[in-house]
Nanobody
Framework: QEQFVESGGGLVSPGGSLRLSCAAS????????ATWYRQAPQGQRELVGE???????TYAESVKGRFTVSIHNAESTVYLQMTNLRPEDTAIYSC?????????????WGQGTQVTVSA
């Protein structure tokens, strides 16, 4: 069964950078759109950034200018590039992807990856 697996999380100092990956297993032919969410401890899930079918990107105000969402279909992977990280970016980050498999379009969730920003 197709799935998307996240990686790239970890511990980083304030001002540092991380790149999160959300990679498809075999059976996914094309990625059309993707959204990254995050949920901090005792917090609600919030939308971080998304890329739509036409390539338009949208970001939360708190991450604008620091985070970038991209789709790389040659690698069957969605990325979230995060720069100038702040302690308040600490959260579990999850991807949601609209992709095509042999049966048609499907919506997939990654398992989540922890990002901790701390000195």
């Amino acid at each position: 069964q197709e799935q998307f697996v996240e990686s790239g999380g970890g511990l980083v100092s304030p001002g540092g950078s991380l790149r999160l990956s959300c990679a498809a297993s075999s059976g996914v032919f094309n990625i059309y759109a993707a959204t990254w969410y995050r949920q901090a401890p005792q917090g609600q899930r919030e939308l971080v950034g998304e890329i739509s079918l036409d390539g338009t990107t949208t970001y939360a105000e708190s991450v604008k200018g620091r985070f970038t969402v991209s789709i790389h279909n040659a690698e069957s992977t969605v990325y979230l590039q995060m720069t100038n990280l702040r302690p308040e970016d600490t959260a579990i980050y999850s991807c949601n992807v609209l992709a095509q498999n042999s049966a048609g379009l499907m919506n997939y969730w990654g398992q989540g990856t922890q990002v901790t920003v701390s000195a």
